[in-house]
């Protein structure tokens, strides 16, 4: 499974900015999926996660503001963030899976990255 991320792009503090995360490939029928951010000199966090079903989890730094959704008849997973901060600058990096539960970061398919950079 071959995943591309992309939205990114530069925004004012409290602004939007929808990100897309497309699965392509053989078999490309994708189930949990992860959003992961990661800021200059900071290590990887998990940002979101959905189940095929629409469940969902959010690290406590984004609830409220970022909603992470699915088409499953487009394999793609979506992940708006609004009022945005400087401190959600980072690379942000979808992940697929096409198990059902994912147990912490060992997702089998991960996209390229798409930079988020909100300034004052």
């Known amino acids: 499974v071959q995943l591309q991320a992309s939205g990114g792009g530069f925004v004012q503090s409290g602004g939007s900015l929808r990100l897309t995360c497309t699965a392509s490939?053989?078999?490309?029928?994708?189930?949990?999926v992860g959003w992961y951010r990661q800021a200059p000199g900071k290590a990887r966090e998990l940002v979101a996660r959905?189940?095929?079903?629409?469940?969902?989890d959010y690290t406590d730094s984004v609830k409220g503001r970022f909603t992470v959704s699915r088409d499953n008849t487009k394999n793609t997973v979506y992940l708006q963030m609004n009022t945005l901060k400087p401190a959600d600058t980072a690379v942000y990096y979808c992940?697929?899976?096409?198990?059902?539960?994912?147990?912490?970061?060992?997702?089998?398919?991960w996209g390229q990255g798409t930079l988020v950079t909100v300034f004052q």
């Open positions: 959905i189940t095929r079903g629409g469940s969902t």
């Open positions: 992940a697929a899976d096409r198990r059902f539960i994912v147990i912490d970061d060992s997702y089998e398919s």
């Open positions: 490939g053989n078999n490309a029928k994708i189930n949990a």
